[in-house]
């Protein structure tokens, strides 16, 4: 196949010969799109993924004020994303936010991933152009990949989740847009599978969930967890939620003067997906455009049949039985 048109993470011609071995000595599969997937510490990474996580695992040194946004994919990154750059940067005093920075880069351009970006670049990444305060950055590995490497930070973490039915179909878009493949049953049902069955980027789904929902219930102030259907619900309380755990709460100034209408206004995905550099700009050979759909809740009911609800259904119950954490 050929891949070049791929964003690099989901191609394996980064890798070096130690990583190469490593692989070898790892369980493997071949995804739904024929991408080469391999389980490290519990979790399936494309293999230059992997390569990023090594790299950040050797390599990152956490300073105490960062803040690291962490999401299974196609759960509310980028919204995330936008959100906290929104929060963080109002010290800066962007005057009715007419000139913001995310009305010209993409979120993903300004908070860049740590695997799959960072140290997906280079094993040992300059990370002197990170000079502000609090350092903003993502990913998509589960709490247990990071342990190790900032187990003796006190910097925060906030995770995104999303139901899983919708989670899913938000990938089958974006994987048929990626690979350029047909939006059809046939595709449909092979992510299905590959999702249920846990061998999939970053999979297993439920694995990556309790990760968090763990290290958030044993440590509050160090890992926030928020659900995309809680945002979409009750924006007001959550963006007040997050503000209070970044460390910078609203004032009362700031809620009397409408701050926080402005900055869920400044990141819907009405504005954002409007916005000129979304329509048009790419990353890592992705367009823009397509981290904005929809962003609706239940939309999974349009496209899964009854048999796939209870499947995955049935699948997600037992897996999070006994801890506390329900759809
Ligand atoms: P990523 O993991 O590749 O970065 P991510 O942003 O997590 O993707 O997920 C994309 C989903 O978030 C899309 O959902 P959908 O396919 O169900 O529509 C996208 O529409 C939605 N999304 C993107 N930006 C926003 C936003 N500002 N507000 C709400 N939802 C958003």
Not at 284 to 304: A, C, M, P, S, T
Request: aromatic share 12%; hydrophobic share 35%; proline share 5%.
């Amino acid at each position: 196949m050929d891949t070049k048109h791929l964003p690099s993470n989901l191609r394996d011609d980064m890798i070096s010969e130690e990583t190469k071995s490593l692989i070898s000595s790892l369980p493997s599969h071949t995804d739904a799109q024929g991408g080469k997937i391999c389980k490290y510490q519990g979790c399936w990474y494309h293999y230059n993924t992997l390569q990023g996580v090594l790299n950040f695992q050797r390599g990152f040194q956490p300073q105490d004020t960062d803040i690291i946004l962490a999401s299974y994919p196609k759960s509310g990154t980028t919204w995330l994303k936008a959100l906290t750059v929104a929060l963080c940067d109002r010290s800066n005093n962007h005057s009715s936010y007419d000139h913001h920075p995310l009305l010209s880069v993409n979120p993903h351009g300004i908070v860049p991933f740590l695997e799959l970006n960072i140290y997906h670049e280079s094993s040992s990444p300059d990370l002197a152009k990170f000079s502000s305060v609090p350092r903003l950055f993502a990913t998509h590995m589960p709490l247990h990949a990071m342990h190790e490497t900032i187990k003796d930070s006190p910097c925060k973490i906030v995770y995104i989740c999303r139901n899983v039915k919708d989670t899913l179909i938000s990938w089958w878009f974006f994987k048929c847009a990626v690979y350029k493949t047909e939006l059809n049953r046939s595709s449909l049902e092979s992510i299905f599978k590959s999702f249920c069955n846990g061998t999939f980027s970053y999979g297993p789904f439920w694995e990556h969930l309790l990760s968090y929902w763990r290290g958030s219930l044993e440590d509050p102030k160090r890992v926030l967890f928020m659900k995309y259907e809680e945002m979409k619900e009750k924006p007001h309380d959550q963006i007040k939620r997050l503000a209070d755990f970044l460390g910078c709460p609203f004032t009362k100034e700031e809620v009397k003067n409408g701050l926080v209408n402005e900055i869920l206004d400044l990141c819907s995905l009405r504005n954002l997906s409007g916005l000129e550099i979304n329509k048009t700009g790419k990353i890592n050979n992705i367009d823009h455009k397509v981290f904005f759909r929809k962003g609706e809740v239940g939309d999974w009911k349009n496209y899964l049949t009854p048999e796939m609800e209870n499947q995955i259904d049935t699948i997600i119950q037992e897996k999070l039985q006994g801890s506390g954490l329900k759809f």
